[in-house]
């Protein structure tokens, strides 16, 4: 169904004339139809694994920075994110590990080993404050 819709989307690329009015005059132009052809056949998904030193990382996550396009690593660590271009910028991130950053060159797939964050989980304390116990 993908190659239909881009043979017939090329198709009207080349039949399809786009007028536009500047002072009154038509002007025609096929520049838009060209770019939307161009944005369309660009459009790629990537499929990839997020571990660290242990194993495969359950829910990470996997986004396009600037869309709000994204998703979330599952119980194997993997991902498939759509809808990607040329150049964008897919950061993978996670609760004490440090985010990476990768740009999308049109390649397939991508493994990525996350680092720990040694730096922002030093430590944390638990307290009991306002807890009452009964008299027995």
Do not use: W
């Amino acid at each position: 169904m993908v190659k239909f819709q881009k043979k017939l989307l090329c198709l009207l690329a080349h039949i399809c004339i786009i007028c536009v009015c500047i002072g009154g005059i038509a002007i025609p132009t096929k520049v838009y139809a060209e770019q939307k052809m161009d944005a369309f056949q660009q459009q790629k998904t990537l499929k990839g694994n997020v571990s660290d030193e242990a194993g495969p990382v359950i829910g990470a996550t996997i986004a396009i920075v600037g869309k709000t396009t994204g998703t979330v690593t599952d119980e194997n660590g993997g991902f498939t994110l759509s809808n990607l271009v040329t150049g964008d910028v897919i950061r993978i991130s996670y609760l004490g590990y440090v985010s990476q950053d990768i740009v999308y060159s049109g390649q397939a797939s991508v493994d990525v080993v996350l680092k720990e964050d040694t730096q922002t989980l030093d430590e944390v304390v638990v307290t009991a404050l306002g807890i009452k116990r009964d008299a027995r």
